[in-house]
C-alpha cells in the first residue's frame, strides 16, 4: 500500500536531524524509549498473525505518530507480508497531512481518518484526497452525511466532476461511544444512502472494540470480540438484502486482535497500540511485559527519607495521568524495581514510594541516577513527547520525529 513496492532501507526513513546521544545518560530526561527489537517483533507477530488467520490490516498510527513505525507495522522487520496491509489509519488531520506528506523516500497512500467528520474540516480533508490515492473518512450521523454529500455535489459542479467521498460507516458493537445502531432501520438506510449517492465511494463498516478495555483476561476480551463480529456480519448480511454491497468490514482493537482466536465474518483488523503495547496490555494478557517497547526514561531529583519517598522528574507530562488497569494510584512500571510505586504525579515531577513489602533504600537511587519505566497507557504517554530515542539493547541506534501535535 506504499508508493513503493519494494521494502525501503531504514536509514532512508530516518526524519530527525538531532544527533544521537551518547549513552542514555546523556539523554536530557524525561525521554520516550522506543525498544527497536520488540517493536519489530511487536509487528511481525501481528503480521503473521492476519496472514495467517486471513485477514488483512489496517493499522492504527495514533500510538506512536512516526514515519519509521508506520514502515515496520506495513512490511515487517524484513519483508515477506506484501498484500496484508491495505492502508492505515490516523485519529487526526495533523497526522492524516503527516502520512499523506511522508518523506520524499517513502508515503503512505491509503490514509483513513477513523474520526466522525465534522463539515469545518472538509475543505482540509478534500485537499488531502487529491495527494493521494484514497483518502476515506469515517460517517455516522444523518447531518453529517448531508454536509458531505453537499460538499461534494459542489465539488463536482465546480469542475472535479469525478469526486466522491471515499467513506466508511462506523457502527456501535457494544462500545457505545460512537457509531449507529445496528438494527434501527435508520442505520441500514444511512448505509444505503452512503452506497447509492455519486457522492461517496462506499468502503463498507467499521467498529472499535474498545468496551475489551474493560475486561481483564483474555477469555472475557474474546467474548466481546466474538460478539463484534457476529454484529458485524449479521449486518453485512442485512445489507446486501437491501443491495447495499460492502467491500470492507473493519473491526477490532489491540486486546481483542492480539487474543482473538479466528477472524471470520470480517475483512480487516485495526489494531494500533500494539506496536508499543504497554502495562495495561501486559495485564489483561495481550502481551508480557517484555513485549513492552516503550518506556520512559527519568532522572532521580530529590530524596525525601523522612516522609519514605523520592522524586522523578517524569509528572503527567511525560506519563499521563492514565492509570491503566492498576488498583488505586499508581502511575507506571519502574523497571527492575517492582516494590516501587509511582503514586503521585503532578505536571512535571512523579513521587515514588514503596509498596510496603521493604523499604526504600535511598542509596541504591542517588539523586542524577535514571529509572524507566513502562507507561501504563503508551499512547497517551507517547503523545507527551515530540521525539522518540531508539535503543538495540543499551545502545541509541536513531531517533524518530514524531507528527506535528494538531487537529
Given amino acids: 500500500m506504499s508508493s513503493k513496492d519494494s521494502h525501503p532501507p531504514e536509514k532512508k526513513l530516518k526524519t530527525s536531524s538531532h544527533p544521537l546521544p551518547s549513552s542514555l545518560k546523556a539523554i536530557?530526561?524525561?525521554?520516550?524509549?522506543?525498544?527497536?527489537?520488540?517493536?519489530?517483533?511487536?509487528?511481525?507477530?501481528?503480521?503473521?498473525?492476519?496472514?495467517?488467520?486471513?485477514?488483512?490490516?489496517?493499522?492504527?498510527?495514533?500510538?506512536?505518530?512516526?514515519?519509521?513505525?508506520?514502515?515496520?507495522?506495513?512490511?515487517?522487520?524484513?519483508?515477506?507480508?506484501?498484500?496484508?496491509?491495505?492502508?492505515?489509519?490516523?485519529?487526526?488531520?495533523?497526522?492524516?497531512?503527516?502520512?499523506?506528506?511522508?518523506?520524499?523516500?517513502?508515503?503512505?497512500?491509503?490514509?483513513?481518518?477513523?474520526?466522525?467528520?465534522?463539515?469545518?474540516?472538509f475543505e482540509k480533508v478534500y485537499a488531502l484526497t487529491r495527494k493521494i490515492k484514497r483518502f476515506?473518512?469515517?460517517?455516522?450521523?444523518?447531518?453529517?452525511?448531508?454536509?458531505?454529500?453537499?460538499?461534494?455535489?459542489?465539488?463536482?459542479?465546480?469542475?472535479?466532476?469525478?469526486?466522491a467521498w471515499s467513506v466508511f460507516l462506523k457502527i456501535d458493537c457494544g462500545y457505545h461511544r460512537a457509531g449507529v445502531d445496528p438494527e434501527a432501520d435508520s442505520t441500514m438506510a444511512l448505509a444505503k444512502r452512503l452506497h447509492d449517492s455519486p457522492a461517496f465511494d462506499f468502503q463498507g463498516v467499521y467498529s472499535h472494540s474498545g468496551h475489551t478495555y474493560v475486561h481483564r483476561n483474555p477469555e472475557d476480551i474474546r467474548k466481546v470480540a466474538d460478539e463484534e463480529r457476529h454484529v458485524m456480519a449479521k449486518f453485512v448480511d442485512a445489507a446486501s438484502k437491501h443491495g447495499i454491497a460492502i467491500r470492507h468490514v473493519s473491526v477490532g482493537a489491540t486486546p481483542s486482535c492480539s487474543t482473538s482466536l479466528t477472524f471470520d465474518g470480517v475483512t480487516e483488523i485495526h489494531p494500533g497500540n500494539y506496536v508499543f503495547f504497554d502495562r495495561f496490555q501486559a495485564t489483561v494478557g495481550s502481551c508480557t511485559m517484555d513485549d513492552v517497547a516503550g518506556s520512559v526514561l527519568t532522572t532521580v531529583i530529590s530524596h525525601y527519607p523522612d516522609r519514605g519517598r523520592f522524586l522523578i522528574d517524569a509528572g503527567a507530562l511525560a506519563l499521563s495521568k492514565d492509570i491503566g488497569a492498576t488498583d488505586g494510584r499508581d502511575f507506571g512500571h519502574?523497571?527492575?524495581?517492582?516494590?516501587?510505586?509511582?503514586?503521585?504525579?503532578?505536571?512535571?515531577?512523579?513521587?515514588?514510594?514503596?509498596?510496603?513489602?521493604?523499604?526504600?533504600?535511598?542509596?541504591?537511587?542517588?539523586i542524577d541516577s535514571q529509572l524507566r519505566i513502562l507507561p501504563n497507557h503508551s499512547c497517551l504517554t507517547a503523545a507527551c513527547f515530540p521525539r522518540f530515542y531508539v535503543t538495540s539493547g543499551d545502545k541509541i541506534v536513531d531517533i524518530w520525529e514524531t507528527a506535528p501535535r494538531e487537529w
Avoid at 336 to 365: C, K, N, W
Fill in 28 to 121: 536530557p530526561t524525561p525521554a520516550f524509549l522506543v525498544d527497536i527489537d520488540a517493536l519489530k517483533n511487536n509487528c511481525d507477530v501481528m503480521l503473521a498473525k492476519a496472514k495467517q488467520l486471513g485477514v488483512k490490516m489496517r493499522p492504527h498510527m495514533k500510538t506512536h505518530k512516526t514515519l519509521e513505525a508506520g514502515h515496520y507495522q506495513v512490511h515487517g522487520s524484513s519483508g515477506g507480508f506484501e498484500g496484508v496491509v491495505v492502508g492505515v489509519e490516523v485519529s487526526t488531520l495533523g497526522e492524516a497531512e503527516f502520512y499523506v506528506n511522508g518523506s520524499a523516500d517513502y508515503k503512505f497512500d491509503d490514509v483513513f481518518y477513523a474520526t466522525p467528520i465534522s463539515p469545518n474540516k
Fill in 334 to 366: 519502574i523497571v527492575g524495581h517492582p516494590h516501587l510505586r509511582i503514586v503521585a504525579i503532578t505536571q512535571e515531577v512523579g513521587t515514588v514510594e514503596s509498596d510496603g513489602s521493604r523499604p526504600i533504600d535511598f542509596s541504591m537511587y542517588p
Fill in 136 to 163: 476515506s473518512i469515517m460517517l455516522d450521523h444523518p447531518t453529517s452525511v448531508d454536509a458531505a454529500e453537499s460538499f461534494a455535489n459542489a465539488k463536482r459542479a465546480a469542475g472535479h466532476t469525478d469526486f
